[in-house]
Antibody
Framework: QVQLQESGPGLVKPSETLSLTCTVS????????WSWIRQLPGKGLEWIGY???????NYNPSLRSRVIISVDTSKNQFSLKLSSVTAADTAVYYC??????????????WGQGTLVTVSS | SYELTQPPSVSVSPGQTASITCSGD??????ASWYQQKPGQSPVLVIY???KRPSGIPERFSGSNSGNTATLTISGTQAMDEADYYC?????????FGGGTKLTVL
């Protein structure tokens, strides 16, 4: 059974860097597209980006200048760094497993989500 | 940028059929996925590639996609189906989500 678990600080100061880690069990990083998706309070889902084959990344154009997603295969973890955060980045952050079929992704396993608040 | 539009809310009586739409330019030329999210929970994939159900998703969930509109249909809606539903597509190497639809079963 594939499981994903987010971890990281729940409070980040404005202008600092948000850092989260997703630990994956029951699967390997050799396939699939390991993704970050966020949900602003009371709002819908926003795709942040994904990493695949451990080094190839693709980011949402609206966040690309501030996002880095990386993977540590030895720990079965992938991470998100979002720099220069503001209150607008306050959200529940989900990690998810993406599957590409017929050149289209869908997300079949999700973590439970972690709330990150940006505040001084 | 590509946009997917969903109605904010849909209501249905128990046992009836609920239809939730998702509109986007030439969406029928792409594949649509659908996610169910209950309060305080993570999203769950209920439909992918327009009309495929993941293992464990009840048969009452079905999907279609043609023209500019993808539709999630829930037949014989149950109280447990009350949730937010999000459509998702892929355009210009970007994942796009719809704004979500709150399904109320009353």
């Amino acid at each position: 059974q594939v499981q994903l678990q987010e971890s990281g600080p729940g409070l980040v100061k404005p202008s600092e860097t948000l850092s989260l880690t997703c630990t994956v069990s029951g699967d390997s990083f050799s396939s699939h597209y390991w993704s970050w998706i966020r949900q602003l309070p009371g709002k819908g889902l926003e795709w942040i980006g994904y990493i695949y084959y451990s080094e190839n990344t693709n980011y949402n154009p609206s966040l690309r200048s501030r996002v880095i997603i990386s993977v540590d295969t030895s720990k079965n973890q992938f991470s998100l760094k979002l720099s220069s955060v503001t209150a607008a980045d306050t959200a529940v952050y989900y990690c998810a497993r993406g599957r590409f079929e017929y050149n289209t992704p869908h997300f079949d396993y999700w973590g439970q989500g972690t709330l990150v608040t940006v505040s001084s | 940028s590509y946009e997917l539009t969903q109605p904010p809310s849909v209501s249905v009586s128990p046992g009836q059929t609920a239809s939730i739409t998702c509109s986007g330019d030439k969406l029928g030329d792409k594949y649509a996925s659908w996610y169910q999210q209950k309060p305080g929970q993570s999203p769950v994939l209920v439909i992918y590639q327009d009309d495929k159900r993941p293992s464990g998703i009840p048969e009452r969930f079905s999907g279609s996609n043609s023209g500019n509109t993808a539709t999630l249909t829930i037949s014989g809606t149950q109280a447990m189906d009350e949730a937010d539903y999000y459509c998702q597509a892929w355009d210009s190497s970007t994942v796009v989500f719809g704004g979500g639809t709150k399904l109320t079963v009353l």
